[in-house]
Antibody, heavy 120, light 106 residues
């Protein structure tokens, strides 16, 4: 059974850097084709894709946020970490991580999400 | 950048068929995935690669994709189908989500 869980601060100040961790079980990020993505959702708004990392360390970023995002993986710990710099109140959202089993596939299993508020 | 267009809302009578569209330039050439999201919950995949249902998703959910429109069809709509629905594609190394459609079951 695949599960993912996001963790990180619930409140960050403007200009700070956000670090979120996705801890997963039930699969390995060293298995060919597998990826983990990050998606966020501001309150009352639509889903927005942020970043994706594959088993081979191939990394993809949202073009509009690329300069602020870094995604890394720790295969031995079954974790994927997302950092977002220069946080702003508009970045207030629920942040999800999700499993992908192959290139071009869907995000088939999602974490419960973690709400991050950006406020001074 | 690639854009996906969904209607803000769709209403369907209980037991009838709901159709939610997702428009995009030549979307028929892409793999379209659909997610259901109920209030306060994480999204759940209901259709992948245009028309495939994951294990555990009722046969009432189906999908199609051709030309510039992909469609999620929910047959015999139930009260429990009331949710937001999002389409998603991969385009030029980026993932794109539609703006979401709120399905109301009357």
């Amino acid at each position: 059974q695949i599960t993912l869980k996001e963790s990180g601060p619930t409140l960050v100040k403007p200009t700070q850097t956000l670090t979120l961790t996705c801890t997963f079980s039930g699969f390995s990020l060293s298995t060919s084709g597998v990826g983990v993505g990050w998606i966020r959702q501001p309150p009352g708004k639509a889903l927005e894709w942020l970043a994706l990392i594959y088993w081979n360390d191939d990394k993809r970023y949202s073009p509009s946020l690329k300069s602020r995002l870094t995604i890394t993986k720790d295969t031995s710990k079954n974790q994927v970490v997302l950092t977002m710099t220069n946080m702003d109140p508009v970045d207030t959202a629920t942040y999800y991580c999700a499993h992908r089993k192959d290139y071009f596939g869907a995000f088939d299993i999602w974490g419960q999400g973690t709400m991050v508020t950006v406020s001074s | 950048s690639y854009e996906l267009t969904q209607p803000l809302s769709v209403s369907v009578a209980l037991g009838q068929t709901a159709r939610i569209t997702c428009g995009g330039n030549n979307i028929g050439s892409k793999n379209v995935h659909w997610y259901q999201q109920k209030p306060g919950q994480a999204p759940v995949l209901v259709i992948y690669r245009d028309s495939n249902r994951p294990s555990g998703i009722p046969e009432r959910f189906s999908g199609s994709n051709s030309g510039n429109t992909a469609t999620l069809t929910i047959s015999r709509a139930q009260a429990g189908d009331e949710a937001d629905y999002y389409c998603q594609v991969w385009d030029s190394s980026t993932e794109v989500f539609g703006g979401g459609t709120k399905l109301t079951v009357l």
